[in-house]
C-alpha cells in the first residue's frame, strides 16, 4: 500500500532525527548538552499548576469540551489582549482555541491554499509555515530574512507574478530562530502590504511575553485595521512554560478564525478542561512571575554572546525570544559545524539551513536550559573552536 502523494511533501522531522543521534551518543557514555530544542525548561508559576489540579479534582470536569475551546478560555483571550495590547476581541467570533498553535499555523495553510497558489514564507523560518503551505499542494516563495535589513522581510522585493498568487504573508515577531524584532511601523507596512493585494497576514506570535533589557514585544493586531486582513497565532507554550500543555489561541480576522474553527471542528476535538481553567488563571492572573523568569533567559542570553564572542564567533544581542543566532566560522557548512561540534564537543545546537535556505551560514542556539549547563556548553565551544583554529 501506498501512502498520499501529498505525504511526499512531508520530510521527517530535524528534531527527530537529531534526537536519535543524541540517544545513541548517550548510550555510549557521551555527555550531550542540548541547546537545539525551542523547548522551556522552567515550570509554570505554581498559581497556574494548582489551578489544573483543583479543576482537575472535579468530577465533571473530564468531558468532551466545545470544538475551538470553551467560553471561558476565549474571554480570557480577549481580556489578555485588551489588558496587554489594548486590542479588542470578539471573544465569540475572533477567537479559537488550538491544541498549541502549532496546529493553528499547520491548519490554516489547509483552509486557504489551493494547488498553485503560493504561501510567503520567512527565511529562515518555523519549518511548519512551510510544510503547511507544501501539504495543502501551494508554492512556497520564500522571503530572505537578512541581517542587513534587521531580519525583516522586503515586502517591495516580492516577484510581481508571486504575489499575483499569494494567499498566505507569513510574518513571526519576536524571531525565531533569530531573535530580531518587528517595529510598530514595519507592522502597519505589512497591514497596508496585505490590505492592497489581498492576502491574509498570519503573524506568529509565541514570543510575545519573553523580552530583555527592557523592552516588551508588540501585537500585530494593535495596527489600526489589522483584524480586517490578519490573523494572529499565540501560545502558552513560550510565553507561561507551558509548552507541554498544549494551549493555543488564534485571533484576528473573524472570517479566518470561522475557516479554522470549521477546520478543527472536522479534525480534532478540544483540550482538557483542566488545562483551559489552568490557561485561563495564566492569562488572566499575576502577570509579575514573568519578569523574573525573563530575568532568567537573560543571564542566559548574555551567557551565550559573551562565550560566542570569546571564541570568535559573530553574533547580536537579541531582544527577545529564547534563541541566539551566531554566524558559523567563515567557510563551513552550518550543518558540518554543528555536526562537528555535537560529535566532538557534546554540545548540541540546530544548524541554520535547518530554517532555510538564508539560513545557511548561522546556527541557532536555544536557552531553555540551566543556566550551569548553559554555562559549561559555552566553555566547551570556546574551548572546542580554539582547538579547531589550531
Known sequence: MQTAARMLSLKPYFFAGLGARINE????????????????????????????KQSADQADHHGYQPFGGPAAFRQAVSDYYGKRFGVELDSAGEIVGLIGSKEGIFNVAQAYLNPGDVALVPDPGYPTYTAGALFAGAEIHYMPLLEKNNFLPDLAAIPADKLKRAKILWLNYPNNPTGAVATAEFFAEAVDFARRHDILLCHDAPYAEIGYDGYRPISLLQVPGAKDVAVEFNSLSKAYNMGGWRLGMAAGN??????????????????????????????????????????????????????????????HTPRAAIYVWPSVPVGMKSADFTTALLEEAGVSITPGSVFGPSGEGYARISLGLATPRVREAMERVEEWVRKKRG
Open 254 to 315: 473573524a472570517e479566518a478564525i470561522k475557516a479554522i474553527h470549521t477546520l478543527k471542528s472536522n479534525m480534532d476535538s478540544a483540550s482538557f478542561m483542566p488545562l483551559y481553567d489552568a490557561g485561563v488563571v495564566a492569562l488572566n492572573g499575576d502577570q509579575s512571575w514573568l519578569r523574573q523568569r525573563n530575568l532568567v533567559y537573560e543571564e542566559r542570553r548574555d551567557i551565550v554572546v559573551e562565550g560566542l564572542r570569546s571564541a570568535g564567533l559573530e553574533v
Open 25 to 52: 551518543l548517550r548510550a555510549a557514555g557521551k555527555d550531550v548538552i542540548r541547546l537545539d530544542m525551542g523547548s522551556p525548561d522552567l515550570p509554570p508559576a505554581p498559581f497556574i499548576v494548582e489551578a489544573m
